[in-house]
């Protein structure tokens, strides 16, 4: 498998979360993106809920676990990057994929009265999402500090996991807050810009 694929794995992955993410939202009547989770706009009470996961979210894990993992080939002996790009593949790219085939209750039943099994799911691979991601996002960032040219990637990782941490930490202590949707969106959105940068960067590895 050669860079440019495992480029695009990585982009289109992106690209396809964002826009299911933003198609959702438009698609619920008085969706708040700052107070509601990304989740409730594919919940299993949603009418189009299974198309954004079928041809939004579950796609987009395919590709992000392929691109994390294909992109193994190409950090060679790099063990720290080798474990930050492994974790990235399971706890981001095939959770992303679980939570499209569990997603949650109605409303994503934030005070968890009667949870169903789907709901558990979703909840417990969210959380392993959020708290280990960003700690591999870190591990990438101070192995590619000592790359060729990876100066700027470095400080991309880094901040995106510390950012993704900061945020992760401020939705767990206030999970039925009025900003959970926007601190939801600030730890996606960093760990997609990092996915971003770092698919160019695979790319343009010489």
């Given at each position: 498998?050669?860079?440019?694929?495992?480029?695009?794995?990585?982009?289109?992955?992106?690209?396809?979360?964002?826009?299911?993410?933003?198609?959702?939202?438009?698609?619920?009547?008085?969706?708040?993106?700052?107070?509601?989770?990304?989740?409730e706009?594919?919940?299993?009470?949603?009418?189009?809920?299974?198309?954004?996961?079928?041809?939004?979210?579950?796609?987009?894990?395919?590709?992000?676990?392929?691109?994390?993992?294909?992109?193994?080939?190409?950090?060679?002996?790099?063990?720290?990057?080798?474990?930050?790009?492994?974790?990235?593949?399971?706890?981001?790219?095939?959770?992303?994929?679980?939570?499209?085939?569990?997603?949650?209750?109605?409303?994503?039943?934030?005070?968890?009265?009667?949870?169903?099994?789907?709901q558990?799911i979703?909840?417990?691979?969210?959380?392993?999402?959020?708290?280990?991601?960003?700690?591999?996002?870190?591990?990438i960032?101070?192995?590619?500090?000592?790359?060729?040219?990876?100066?700027?990637?470095?400080?991309?990782?880094?901040?995106?996991?510390v950012?993704?941490?900061?945020?992760?930490?401020?939705?767990?202590?206030?999970?039925?807050?009025?900003?959970?949707?926007?601190?939801?969106?600030?730890?996606?959105?960093?760990?997609?810009?990092?996915?971003?940068?770092?698919?160019?960067?695979?790319?343009?590895?010489?």
């Amino acid at each position: 498998m050669n860079k440019t694929i495992t480029f695009w794995f990585g982009l289109i992955g992106a690209l396809l979360f964002i826009g299911s993410s933003i198609i959702g939202g438009f698609l619920m009547e008085n969706y708040s993106p700052i107070k509601q989770f990304i989740s409730e706009s594919y919940a299993i009470d949603t009418s189009h809920g299974i198309y954004i996961r079928l041809f939004g979210y579950i796609p987009s894990g395919v590709l992000i676990t392929l691109f994390s993992f294909s992109a193994l080939k190409f950090i060679k002996n790099l063990s720290l990057a080798r474990v930050g790009l492994i974790i990235f593949g399971i706890f981001y790219g095939i959770s992303t994929i679980v939570v499209g085939i569990f997603p949650c209750d109605s409303g994503c039943n934030k005070e968890l009265i009667n949870p169903s099994i789907s709901q558990f799911i979703h909840n417990i691979s969210g959380a392993l999402t959020y708290l280990i991601v960003p700690i591999s996002l870190i591990l990438i960032g101070i192995a590619s500090n000592k790359w060729n040219n990876g100066k700027l990637i470095s400080t991309i990782s880094i901040s995106s996991g510390v950012i993704a941490i900061l945020f992760s930490f401020m939705l767990s202590s206030n999970a039925t807050g009025n900003f959970i949707g926007l601190y939801q969106r600030i730890i996606e959105g960093s760990i997609l810009f990092w996915l971003i940068n770092f698919a160019f960067y695979i790319k343009n590895i010489k």
